[in-house]
T-cell receptor, first 115, second 114 residues
Framework: GAGVSQTPSNKVTEKGKYVELRCDPISGHTALYWYRQSLGQGPEFLIYFQGTGAADDSGLPNDRFFAVRPEGSVSTLKIQRTERGDSAVYLCASSLDREPTGELFFGEGSRLTVL | GDSVTQMEGPVTLSEEAFLTINCTYT??????LFWYVQYPGEGLQLLLK?????DKGSNKGFEATYRKETTSFHLEKGSVQVSDSAVYFCALSDPGGGADGLTFGKGTHLIIQP
């Protein structure tokens, strides 16, 4: 399909392990966002890419979280030394550009469970 | 910082009932306002938006009016259907306030019973 694709859809891991979550945005979309959604909460901003560069990473909770987008398309969110509190749905969204009207296209998310 | 507050759910209504989901916001700049919807098993998708005061966004029978004086963007529908059952998120975009992306409310789970 032509939408935002996220893999894996579900990931169960043990505390302390390393995890990678992948996002494949809509072709041609230069802006890419990662959000985290905890149970009963709305999505919370993590990081925003414009092209290959992280234009705003102010939402990353700590230095265990890192994201890359080396070729300006696919992005990977990396979580080191996972903790139980990292359990959440991680959402990726893309848009054609940094749109001031803010219309984003979301993937279905990657549900991370840390045991 | 920016924030969005929306009514707690779940909201349970009968089919053909009138729907209102309240949303208020605080923002540093002059935001654009949105309602996103998440149907079961699907990703978030834009339902409607408004970019300036007194604008009305509308889609699929839903409406919301940007009220700057009350800092509100309440979602309404005159006659809901079972297929409207979903989680609804109010959100704002405020790049003039220095924020990237969207700031979301906590979501309101809507359940429509036949």
């Amino acid at each position: 399909g032509a939408g935002v694709s996220q893999t894996p859809s579900n990931k169960v891991t043990e505390k302390g392990k390393y995890v990678e979550l992948r996002c494949d945005p809509i072709s041609g979309h230069t802006a890419l966002y990662w959000y985290r959604q905890s149970l009963g909460q709305g999505p919370e901003f993590l990081i925003y890419f414009q092209g290959t560069g992280a234009a705003d990473d102010s939402g990353l909770p700590n230095d265990r979280f890192f994201a890359v987008r080396p070729e300006g398309s696919v992005s990977t969110l990396k979580i080191q030394r996972t903790e139980r509190g990292d359990s959440a749905v991680y959402l990726c969204a893309s848009s054609l550009d940094r749109e001031p009207t803010g219309e984003l296209f979301f993937g279905e998310g990657s549900r991370l469970t840390v045991l | 910082g920016d924030s969005v507050t929306q009514m707690e759910g779940p909201v349970t209504l009968s089919e053909e009932a009138f729907l209102t989901i309240n949303c208020t916001y605080t923002a540093t700049g002059y935001p654009s306002l949105f309602w996103y919807v998440q149907y079961p098993g699907e990703g978030l998708q834009l339902l409607l938006k408004a970019t300036k005061a007194d604008d009305k966004g509308s889609n699929k029978g839903f409406e919301a009016t940007y009220r700057k004086e009350t800092t509100s963007f309440h979602l309404e529908k005159g006659s809901v259907q079972v297929s409207d059952s979903a989680v609804y998120f109010c959100a704002l975009s405020d790049p003039g306030g220095g924020a990237d992306g969207l700031t979301f409310g906590k979501g309101t789970h809507l359940i429509i019973q036949p």
